[in-house]
């Protein structure tokens, strides 16, 4: 069972994750086109992530997570984003939820740190299904 003191302590944070992805999207040369990039979607869909993180691990399914990000590949795919971008996007806001956990983090025990990285391998995993399926869906806009 994962941590739910961590799940919780990230959903608190989850307006400070999400400032912290933004100024890195926003700034770095690997995302350039996210440069000039409406900044109220891209806070609204890393929230979402980050304040749901309990659901989005937990209680969606595969199903859930192929709808939302096949339409995230779609509608990138229409506003002329490069793919290996909106890849790199991805993988800064699974990034930033990994090192956030790191610093605060309270693995005190063998059970604690055995949490830990249960809430790792789960993020990962939903992550890799998120990456996956944006690029089915910017891989189908371009067919």
């Known amino acids: 069972m994962i ?14 994750l ?34 749901n993180l309990s659901a989005w ?5 595969e199903k859930d997570v192929e709808q939302k990000y096949l339409t995230l590949g779609r509608k990138r795919n229409k506003e002329n984003i490069p793919l290996s971008q909106v890849v790199y996007a991805l993988s800064l806001t699974k990034s930033h939820l990994i090192e956030y956990v790191k610093r605060h983090g309270l ?14 391998h789960l ?10 399926y944006t690029i089915c869906g910017y891989e189908k806009e371009e067919s």
């Not at 990962?124 to 996956?132: E, G, H, L, N, P």
């Open 3 to 16: 941590s739910a003191k961590l799940v919780k302590m990230i959903e608190e944070h989850a307006e400070q």
């Open 107 to 120: 693995a005190d025990t063998t059970l604690e740190f055995y949490q830990e990285l249960e809430l790792f």
């Open 57 to 61: 691990l937990m209680e969606k399914t």
């Open 123 to 132: 993020v990962s995993q939903f992550y890799d299904r998120a990456i996956y």
């Open 18 to 51: 999400t400032q912290e992805f933004l100024k890195d999207v926003q700034t770095n040369p690997k995302t350039s086109s996210y440069h000039h990039f409406s900044t109220e979607e891209l806070h609204n869909r890393t929230y979402d992530v980050y304040k």
